[in-house]
């Protein structure tokens, strides 16, 4: 016999969890559209993925090449590029990987924090914040 549906004449309603349920599908990013028509070339549909990943790629050249901070400064400033890319335009393509607001958060707060941490790096950093120095003082010391 096959498998069979077991009925005695009365249904009964199905418990549904919200806790455990099977994902079948899963939309799309909003903004997640190609940033080109489909008539065009595929780096052309994603230009603004290619435009952050093209910047982190110098920056890790400029890095390779013994400049570390100038090198580090600019993979933080591709990040930032992409935060300002994903909430200008309405499509971006594989730029977008979870809704606006953390695509934001992600690429924003990455970035702010790797140009931070460039321009603090030791020896002679280009921003000296005091209140760390005391942190640090009272942790590590």
Not at 28 to 40: I, L, M, W
Not at 46 to 68: R, S
Not at 71 to 76: D, N, S
């Amino acid at each position: 016999m096959g498998a069979e549906a077991h009925s005695d004449g009365a249904s009964e309603p199905q418990r549904s969890s919200r806790r455990f349920q099977l994902t079948r599908d899963t939309a799309r990013p909003e903004g997640g559209g190609r940033a080109a028509s489909g008539d065009h070339p595929a780096p052309a549909r994603q230009w603004p993925l290619l435009t952050v990943m093209g910047g982190v790629a110098v920056g890790l050249l400029i890095v390779a090449f013994d400049a570390f901070r100038v090198g580090t400064i600019l993979i933080g400033l591709s990040l930032l590029a992409g935060a300002a890319l994903r909430w200008a335009l309405p499509s971006v393509g594989m730029l977008a990987v979870r809704s606006r607001f953390t695509d934001l958060a992600t690429y924003g707060g990455l970035g702010f924090a790797i140009v931070m941490l460039a321009l603090m790096a030791q020896p002679k950093p280009w921003v000296h914040i005091p209140f760390l120095d005391d942190l640090v003082h009272f942790t590590v010391r």
